[in-house]
C-alpha cells in the first residue's frame, strides 16, 4: 500500500507556494470547487437509490429542459462559492442572469462560471457526466462584481478545470502551470493526486463529434469528417471513433490517448451547440496547457471577446496536428467568394 499520497489540497498550496506574492485565496478557491464537486460526486453516486433521476420539469434559458440533477448541481456550487468571501459574481448555464453574490457576504476577487452538470442526458442511463469550471479575476473594481467581469476572453482565465463523474470520479485543472488530474478515493473521501503534468499526443487515435449532423454541415465540414473516417489517405490518416455526448467524457478520453472533439456548426445550430464562456473557454486552457489546442474550426478560442452570457461556438478540440489539420482543411475548402459580375450596358 502506498502509504505516501497527494492530496488536491496539498498540491495546490505547494504550487501557490512557488509564488511569493500569493495569498492562497485561488488555492482556498479551487478547494471549494472540490469539495462541492465531491458532494454532487455523492448525489450521483446514489441516484437510482434516492430521487434525484428525471426530469425537473423546469426550462434553462436555453430551452433546454432541466434535470433534477441540473439543478441539484447547480445549488451545490452556488453555495460552496457564495459565503467565502473568494468570489464578486457567478455565472450559470442553469441561470438567466449573472449571479452576484448575496448582499450578507464579503464579494471577492474572483468570479467564477460554471456548467454545473455536463453531459445531463446521460445521468439517466448510468453514463459519465460532469462538471466544468472557469476562474477570472475580477476586473470591476468594488461591489458585487458585474457583467463586465463574467465577459472576459478565454486568454485571461486565471484557472479552469472539470470533474468527471465516471468509473471514477476525477479533477482535471490547471491554474497555467500545466494540467493535473486528481483522482477521488471514496474510502477517504480526499482527490488525490493520480495524473500529474498531463501532455496529449500530439496526434490522436480518436476523432469525436455527433455524426447525426453528417447533412447538416456544410461541404467544407463534410470534407473534413470524411478525411477523419480514413477516405482522404493523402491528407490525413484515417481516426478511430468515440463519441458519449458528454463533452467533459469525450474532452477526457481525447486529452489521455490523444484525439480530436468536433462540435461544429450545422443548420439547426448555426453557431455551434457549446457555450463559449463555460464549456468552450475552460477546455480550450485546459487543452492548450496539455499541448493540445481549441478553435472555433479556424480561429483560437481563447481569443474570443465574448458578448453574452450563454453565446454559443462551434468547438474544435484535443491533439493539435489533428485540429490543425480541421483548420487547414476548412481554409482550403472555403470557397472564396466570386467577385460580383461587371454590369452589362442594357443592349438597346
Ligand atoms: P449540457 O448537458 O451541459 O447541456 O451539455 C451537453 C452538451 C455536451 O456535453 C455534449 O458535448 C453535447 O451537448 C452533446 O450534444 P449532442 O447530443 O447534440 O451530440
Ligand atoms: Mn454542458
Ligand atoms: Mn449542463
Redesign the pocket.
Known amino acids: 500500500m502506498n502509504t505516501s499520497v497527494t492530496t488536491i489540497e496539498r498540491f495546490i498550496m505547494d504550487q501557490e507556494d512557488r509564488y511569493p506574492d500569493a495569498t492562497g485565496e485561488l488555492s482556498n478557491l479551487l478547494y471549494d470547487l472540490a469539495l462541492g464537486t465531491k458532494m454532487i460526486a455523492a448525489a450521483i453516486r446514489r441516484a437510482g437509490l434516492v430521487d434525484v433521476l428525471g426530469s425537473n420539469h423546469t426550462d434553462n434559458v436555453?430551452g433546454?429542459e432541466q434535470q433534477k440533477l441540473?439543478v441539484l448541481a447547480n445549488d451545490i456550487i452556488k453555495n460552496s462559492l457564495s459565503h467565502t468571501g473568494r468570489v464578486c459574481v457567478m455565472c450559470s448555464?442553469e441561470e438567466n442572469e449573472i449571479i452576484p453574490v448575496p448582499e450578507e457576504y464579503e464579494a471577492g476577487k474572483y468570479a467564477v462560471l460554471f456548467?454545473p452538470?455536463?453531459?445531463?442526458?446521460?445521468i439517466d442511463v448510468n453514463s459519465a457526466?460532469?462538471t466544468?469550471f472557469s476562474i477570472y479575476r475580477r476586473i470591476s473594481l468594488e461591489g458585487r462584481g458585474t457583467m463586465a467581469d463574467i465577459l472576459q476572453p478565454g486568454c485571461k482565465q486565471v484557472a479552469a478545470g472539470y470533474v468527471m463523474y465516471g468509473s471514477s470520479t476525477m479533477m482535471v485543472y490547471t491554474t497555467g502551470q500545466g494540467v493535473h488530474g486528481f483522482t477521488l478515493d471514496p474510502t477517504i473521501g480526499e482527490f488525490l493526486l493520480s495524473h500529474p503534468r498531463i501532455i496529449t499526443p500530439r496526434v490522436g487515435k480518436y476523432y469525436s463529434v455527433?455524426e447525426?449532423?453528417f447533412a447538416r454541415w456544410d461541404r467544407p465540414m463534410q470534407h473534413v469528417v470524411r478525411g477523419l473516417h480514413g477516405d482522404r489517405p493523402d491528407e490525413i490518416t484515417g481516426k478511430n471513433s468515440r463519441?458519449?455526448?458528454?463533452?467533459?467524457?469525450?474532452f477526457h478520453r481525447n486529452l489521455i490517448a490523444g484525439g480530436v472533439?468536433l462540435?461544429p456548426a450545422d443548420t439547426k445550430?448555426p453557431r455551434g451547440?457549446?457555450?463559449l464562456l463555460y464549456?468552450a473557454a475552460p477546455m480550450a486552457f485546459i487543452a492548450e496547457q496539455a499541448e493540445g489546442s481549441a478553435t472555433d474550426g479556424v480561429n483560437r478560442i481563447l481569443d474570443i471577446e465574448p458578448t453574452g452570457l450563454h453565446q454559443r461556438t462551434p468547438l474544435v478540440i484535443g491533439s493539435r496536428n489533428d485540429v490543425g489539420y480541421v483548420a487547414d482543411t476548412l481554409r482550403r475548402q472555403m470557397v472564396p467568394s466570386r467577385p460580383a459580375e461587371p454590369l452589362q450596358a442594357p443592349v438597346l
Do not use: H, M, P, T
Open positions: 436555453q433546454e441540473d448555464e456548467d452538470l455536463d453531459g445531463s442526458s446521460n457526466v460532469g466544468i455527433n447525426s449532423n463519441y458519449i455526448g458528454s463533452l467533459v467524457a469525450d472533439f462540435y445550430n451547440k457549446l457555450r464549456e
